[in-house]
């Protein structure tokens, strides 16, 4: 049964949910691995190979995978909102935003910048151990040992133009924009509340 808000809709709250068992839900983070890796260890370098451009290619492999989570996400909260007999907007836990909660967010995000930057020079080295090197099939935006502002550009894309190519610009923001739904979605709206025995995923 779902609680009810001062106007008669349905609210979820976290503990209205079935928490998953461990078991699920390590298949709960398979499942996008699954996606992933079939993605961009088997579909991304056979298109690579075959010549097609790694940097739109990429793009496009993420695109197709991205919404095949989305839609997952969706499907999942959907059967949720509808078992708990509230709407899948409150499932999604949609919620307004303060101005206050959006500054802190974006104080993270700067914390998580800064930090990222000072880690840099520990990357590099750790990319020659064997398992996390880059795969060349991958683009140069995805391998933090290529110096992308003194590397000529037919190096970092040959055979595929960069300058005004405004169809990879908006591709790559489609792809991030999923890449965010995906997340939100799938991980954060579906899968976080059903990790309540794991500390909300902190125990994981």
């Known amino acids: ?17 079935k928490n998953l068992t461990f078991f699920q839900i390590i298949l709960a983070f398979l499942l996008p691995s699954i996606i992933a890796f079939f ?3 088997l579909v991304l370098p056979s298109l690579v190979s075959n010549g097609y451009p790694k940097v739109l290619m990429w793009g496009i492999v993420a695109i197709i995978m991205l919404f095949v989570l ?23 836990c949609i919620n307004k935003i303060s101005g206050k909660q959006w500054l802190i967010c974006f104080g993270i995000m700067i914390i998580g910048l800064m930090l990222s930057m000072t880690v840099k020079p ?10 996390f090197s880059i795969p060349d099939y991958m683009p140069f935006w ?8 003194n590397t000529d550009v037919n190096i970092l894309s040959p055979g595929y133009p960069l300058k ?21 979605i799938y991980f954060r709206a579906w899968l976080l ?4 025995c794991l500390v909300n995923g902190v125990g994981f």
Not at 144 to 149: E, L, Y
């Open 193 to 196: 509340p059903k990790m309540q």
């Open 1 to 17: 049964m779902s609680n009810k808000n001062t106007d008669g809709r349905g609210v979820f709250e976290w503990k209205m949910t």
């Open 122 to 131: 520990v990357v590099e080295p750790i990319t020659r151990i064997p398992g």
């Open 70 to 92: 989305v839609a997952i996400g969706i499907l999942l909260n959907k059967y949720d909102a509808k078992k708990l007999k509230i709407s899948l907007k409150e499932r999604l």
């Open 39 to 41: 993605g961009f260890r």
């Open 142 to 149: 995805l391998n933090p040992t290529i110096d992308v502002v």
């Open 164 to 184: 005004g190519n405004y169809i990879l610009l908006i591709l790559m923001a489609f792809a991030l924009l999923l890449n965010i739904l995906a997340e939100e």
